[in-house]
Each structure stands twice: as C-alpha cells, then as structure tokens.
C-alpha cells in the first residue's frame, strides 16, 4: 500500500482548499462511477476511455488463457521474446522487465520501439528467429512503426522457418475488430489478445498490453493485479497526488521532477508518458522530468515539485530530497513496500491524472495534437515513395562535427553571421532559454548506453548552468509519449534535435511494403529522417523554438554540445 507525505510549503493552503472542493463536489466517487462531467459536458473521448478503472479486477479472468499461451512456448522451447510497439504498448512491458527481471525457464523480453537501422539490426541479428516469440502490439492496428516491424521480421521469420511455421511464432495484442486482428488470423498467429477498447493505451498497463509480455517473463501477475485492486479500492491516496499535482501546476510549478528508488526506477519512463500525455493540452501541462539526476537546491528554478518514490530500506536519493525541502521545495514522497507495488502505482498514478485533469479543467484522455508530426511524417514517405528523396534541408552552419539548421523561431544567426559558425549558433540558440522553460533534447539516433550516458551529462550541463528543467527521448519513440505535451502546453519548450542521416543504402534496412513478399518502397533510415522531419515541422508550426543538431559521431559528439552550454 502507498503512503504520501507531503511537505508542500506554500502550496499548502491551495491544496486544502482544492481537496475540499474535490470531496464537497465527490470527485473521486465520479470517476468510479464513470462520470465524465467530471472533465466535460460531452462524453466525446471520455466514456470510452475509463476501462482502466477496473481492469486490475477483471483480468483475473483473463489470466489462464494468458499462462495456457506462455506455458505452450515455453515447452515449445522459446527463449526470447521481442515486442514490437510503440507508447503505451510498450513502456509498461518495459517497466516489468527491467524491474523483475526474467525468471528461470521464461523468456527473455526485449522491447523495440527505435526506427533507427543499427537498433533494427542489432536486434534482427542478436535474436534465433526458431526460438523467439514475437509480439506486435498495437491498439489501433495499424501504427506505422509497428507494421514496418512487423512486416520486417515476419519476413525473415518466413525465410528462415518456412510461411507455415512463421505464424507460430508471433502473437498480437490489439482492440478487437483492428487490422491487426484481421493480419493476426490470416497469417496464423500462435494467439490474438483482443483488449477492452474502452482503454487508451497510456492507461492499459494492468491489461493484456502489460501482462501477457509480463507473464512471459515469468512475472507474478496475480500479486501486481493485487496491489492493483488494493489501491483501486481506497483512491484517496490517488486523488490526493491528483490535487497536489494539479494545484502545483496552477500555481507555476509544472515541472514534476522524479526521484526513483533505483529498484523500480524504470517506473518513470511510464509515468512520463502518462502525465505528458494526458495533460499537455488547450496551452497546459504537467512536465514530468524523468531520469535527471538531482542536484543541488541551487539549480532549481521555483517551477519545480519533487516526487520521491521510495521503496522500503533505500536511502539513495534521501540527502538529496532532504536538501530541496529544507531549501522550500515542495515535495511529495510516495512509500512503497517493494517492487511489487507498482502494481498499485499504475492505478494511483491513473487516478491522480485524472484528478490533475479536472483541477486543470482538461481532458486527460484525449491527445489532440499527437497525430501532427505523423501527419507530415506519411506526407514526406509518400512524396518518397513518388520522387525516391525527401525534402532537403539546407543547413545553417556546418564544421566537421556539427551541422546546424536553424530556424526563424530558435533565434539563431544565419550562417557566416560570426566567426563561431555552428557551435556559435548552437551556443546562440541556448543562450535564449529563460527560466521557466525546459529543454527537450530528442534524439533520433540509435539508442545505446554510451550515447544515453552522454545525453545525460548534456542534460545536467543545462541544467546546472541555464537553471531549467530537462528532458531527453529518442525519436521516434517520445512521440508517443511526451510529444503531445510539446504541441500542446503553453510553449515554454525548447527543442534540442539531434539526428543522423539514413546510412548509405548497403547499410540501410528496406522496410517490406507487406508480410506477403520483400519488395520494398522505403527504408527504416528513411521512415526515421522522415519522423524527425515531420516533428521539426510540427513544432515550428506551432511557434516552438527548435534547432536541429547533425552530429557527425555518437555519442563523441554530444560530449562536444554539452561544452558548448552558455
């Protein structure tokens, strides 16, 4: 069970008067009972969006279709699992893995959400296609980074197992009546997992998206679903986290930094996608800064509420977070029993969500400005497809590290305007941060633990000497999960993009246009330039602040911007 103490200093007494609105209007027992006037006159994107508030209780009965499946792989002699998703199919079976790890006799899980080619390949090339399972998940059915996986792999499951066994080693978790279920019973899948519709997919954790991956790693579902119902049952916890966020956000301090026990740390990358996602919208948002590591009181600006999560018996981030409250920080500290207890936190972080939503008087299960990029992002594959090139670019500044496009919103000279040429302008465009902004770094790169480690260490040199929050997402990954926020908060972002190019063509991966055959109109180089290409463009029609930053070698590269921190 979760406990919440709060040292909230000023934002006291607004949240004591926000708590007995929320209690004298009976918030929480409108929600539990689906109440969408609660956010709304109009049930649009609401009613049939609140299946999370049971689903812990009813996929119980799911649950020995779920085992009958992996006991079946596991006799058939499977080892790995690789799940092919993106945003909120794939950030919770990420979560399990990386916090309970793989039991004996179960399958190993990987996650691929990257459409960069080196990350394709290095997990085509790690995995035995006769001894993996994969899963495609996808609510909708036809989320164009998860087909592209698809097709590709089922492709080389069928060359190397023949068309007939292929099937047997993919299963799919989607809604009922999606393209995917259709795709599911053509091609023979070893199972279909159809899904409450009445779910979106940041609040489908505790459902077939989060627990069958999980029960293929020999998770203890029943015991997460436990903890999950346990919470469910009292939400006055959850309600509380809801008004303190929401007040805090009201009154300036919309940056939700997290301290995470390093043992169910994973965690963040879950609720980050929960809370910018569902609240970054009509020119709001709750920005949660995830995985920067803690400083001093002294680089904080006053935009920042601080949330420990703190499992029993660890001390790693208590002198820290003693010295943010002992400086006037507010700050919330969640206790949770073990890990175990995430099972609680899915639900009581839904709950404050929601909550946060109604103090801010937004829908926090809708996303309206999601599909912008992936707007401009099909329209440049399609030109492709027609002409063989995407839309060039021309370059601002070049040296034989870094080449810069600027735009007309990152304030950033033209080139030749100085003898710095690209570390100039990149050292420009920084110096126009103010407080109360935040820097996204997005990364469309291959994800590795040196080029993450590097990312870091550019993410504290801005924070330390510019004062504001950070975050840092590879691409095209983050467009699921803080993209909505960066389209739709109140425009205090600015965009750092890093990107490389697609590989010459012998190094690239062709994208097959179907499972059916390998002729291919696109590569996955191509589908990654094109994704970037479409959120730069997303965000500079949304007034946004962003440079682009080609750096020639990664991670070295980044090392060289963050020196370059003004």
Do not use: C
Not at 75 to 95: I, R
Not at 384 to 389: C, I, L, W
């Amino acid at each position: 069970m979760t406990v919440l103490h709060a040292d909230l200093g000023a934002l006291s007494g607004p949240v004591a008067e926000t708590t007995a609105r929320l209690e004298r209007e009976q918030i929480a027992a409108r929600i539990a009972r689906d109440d969408y006037t609660v956010w709304s006159p109009a049930p649009t994107e609401i009613s049939n969006r609140l299946g999370w508030l049971t689903i812990a209780a009813r996929m119980g009965d799911a649950l020995p279709e779920i085992h009958r499946v992996v006991g079946d792989v596991r006799m058939a002699g499977y080892t790995d699992a690789l799940l092919l998703g993106m945003g909120g199919s794939s950030l919770a079976p990420e979560v399990f893995r990386e916090t309970f790890g793989v039991a004996p006799g179960y399958l190993d899980l990987a996650v691929l959400d990257s459409t960069d080619p080196d990350a394709v390949r290095a997990q085509a090339s790690r995995l035995d296609p006769g001894r993996t399972l994969f899963i495609v998940s996808t609510k909708s059915g036809g989320t164009v980074e998860t087909f592209s996986f698809f097709r590709y792999f089922f492709r080389r499951a069928v060359h190397a197992l023949g068309a007939v066994e292929a099937g047997q080693h993919f299963i799919a978790i989607t809604d009922p009546g999606s393209a995917l279920a259709d795709t599911a019973a053509r091609h023979l899948f070893r199972a279909t997992f159809l899904n409450d519709p009445n779910i979106g997919g940041r609040y489908s954790a505790l459902s077939h998206f989060g627990l069958v991956p999980a029960s293929l790693t020999g998770a203890d579902v029943p015991r997460l679903l436990a903890r999950a119902t346990a919470a469910s049952r009292d939400p006055a916890t959850a309600a509380r986290l809801g008004v303190i966020l929401g007040e805090a956000a009201a009154h300036g301090r919309d940056k939700a930094t997290f301290a995470i026990s390093p043992g169910v740390r994973a965690f963040g990358s879950w609720v980050e996608q929960l809370l910018a996602e569902s609240t970054g919208k009509d020119g709001k948002g709750i920005l949660p800064v995830v995985d920067e590591p803690l400083g001093p009181p002294s680089v904080y600006g006053a935009d920042r509420l601080f949330i420990d999560i703190r499992l029993a018996g660890d001390t790693t981030h208590e002198s820290a977070v003693r010295a943010l409250r002992e400086a006037g920080h507010p700050v919330v500290r969640l206790d949770i029993a073990d890990p175990y207890d995430i099972g609680g936190q899915f639900f009581t972080w839904e709950m404050a969500t929601a909550v946060a939503g109604w103090r801010l008087g937004i829908n926090p299960f809708d996303q309206p400005n999601v599909e912008s990029a992936k707007v401009v992002a099909r329209e440049l594959v399609s030109a492709y497809e027609k002409t063989g090139s995407l839309p060039a670019l021309e370059s601002t500044a070049h040296d034989d590290a870094l080449t810069v496009y600027a735009s007309p919103q990152a304030g950033a000279r033209s080139a030749g305007a100085g003898p710095d040429g690209a570390a100039g302008i990149v050292r420009g465009f920084l110096r126009g941060v103010r407080p109360g902004d935040y820097v996204a770094i997005q990364a469309f790169v291959q994800p590795t633990p040196a080029t993450t480690d590097a990312m870091q260490a550019l993410r504290v040199a801005i924070r330390d000497h510019l004062q504001v929050a950070t975050t840092a997402g590879y691409g095209p990954r983050y467009l699921h999960s803080t993209g909505q926020l960066h389209k739709g908060d109140g425009g205090r972002g600015v965009f750092l993009q890093l990107v490389t190019p697609p590989p010459p063509p012998a190094r690239d991966i062709p994208i097959p246009m179907s499972e059916d055959a390998d002729a291919s109109g696109i590569s996955f180089g191509v589908l990654k330039l094109a994704q970037a290409l479409g959120d730069r463009k997303a965000l500079l029609d949304r007034g946004r602040r962003v440079l682009r930053v080609d750096p020639a070698r990664v991670p070295q590269d980044i090392a060289r911007i963050a020196a370059l921190v003004p």
